[in-house]
């Protein structure tokens, strides 16, 4: 089998290597699956980067999601030809990986670019939308890197669900993508933020959803109701979340952390499955769906994420371990 690895923490376009071995042997439990669709995540080259909140040991497999096709199993529970979503966390941007059965989600057949997404980005959307606030029809809420993959996600769920989304960006450009897509305010981001939420929704958040941290943080703290909930998942500025006491201690806001992979350390096998079926069925109706820029050959690793990070695309880039 072939596996882009690195064997130290730099700039992904420079430490990635593509290696070929022998495969490995399958132990009780265990699944072979022939890896089919992988998307290129910012958390993917932040980790290769080193700059995630956690270090694999290396050398490392690439890659934290994707999809497959199960074609061996040593043991119960899996049938060989099924499609599966590949473990979190194995090193994805492979042509095969080796899985413990109990830890596979299998999916219908169905669009291979859109099921490959949906173990990080959909599920993390969802999670952020019912895990922390009890939202109601009607209800608003806010949130920050609204034109990234995670963001585009809230917005088509909530909408399905009559919950209204202001949308923080960090350029004009971003508004019209936003606004077509379901949004109910999109606003970019400026020291002004909580003034020109109010006067965009005249509403008070009930929950506010980050990605940024650093200002941003405290901004969208100030757009909250009293006794709002402000949930952080990630450090795109790369600054610390920064809030005043003031808006902490008055405003009586709540503030949490969400990591997907502490999710699936506690979550058990039938709500695991319920989130994933439920994401499922939305992409098999239409309602959730990523624009997909571009798919390369896994031979081609060095250039799929060298083209990601440059970041002019008008959609999500994968890797086909197996041939587009």
Request: with cysteine.
């Amino acid at each position: 089998m072939k596996r882009a690895i690195y064997r130290e923490f730099g700039h992904p376009a420079e430490v990635l290597e593509l290696v070929e071995e022998d495969s490995p042997a399958l132990n009780p439990g265990q699944a072979r699956i022939e890896v089919l669709r992988s998307p290129i995540n910012p958390s993917d080259y932040i980790q290769v980067a080193g700059e995630y909140g956690v270090r694999p040991p290396l050398p490392a497999t690439a890659g934290n999601e994707g999809i497959g096709r199960v074609t061996e199993v040593n043991g119960e529970g899996i049938s060989v030809g099924q499609l599966v979503l590949l473990p979190i966390g194995e090193g994805a941007w492979r042509t095969e990986v080796v899985g413990e059965i109990r830890h596979l989600v299998p999916m219908p057949e169905g669009d291979l670019d859109q099921l490959s997404m949906l173990m990080v980005n959909p599920a993390t959307a969802q999670l952020l939308l019912t895990q922390f606030v009890d939202l109601k029809e009607g209800d608003w809420i806010i949130q920050s890197a609204a034109n990234s993959a995670v963001g585009t996600y809230v917005v088509q769920l909530a909408k399905a669900k009559g919950i209204n989304v202001c949308c923080v960006v960090r350029r004009q450009s971003a508004v019209p993508a936003l606004e077509e897509a379901g949004a109910a305010a999109v606003i970019v981001d400026s020291p002004t933020l909580a003034k020109d939420v109010r006067q965009a929704t005249d509403a008070k958040m009930k929950l506010a959803l980050d990605a940024v941290a650093g200002e941003t943080f405290g901004r969208l703290a100030e757009t909250l109701e009293e006794g709002g909930t402000l949930v952080n998942y990630g450090a795109m500025s790369r600054e610390s979340a920064q809030i005043t006491a003031g808006t902490l201690i008055f405003g009586d806001i709540t503030v949490k952390g969400f990591w997907l992979v502490h999710w699936f350390s506690k979550a058990s096998t039938e709500e695991r499955m319920q989130t994933y079926g439920a994401l499922t069925q939305a992409v098999a109706a239409g309602t959730l769906h990523a624009p997909i820029d571009k798919v390369f050959p896994l031979d081609e690793i060095t250039e799929a994420v060298r083209y990601t990070m440059a970041g002019e695309r008008t959609g999500k880039v994968l890797v086909a371990p197996n041939g587009i």
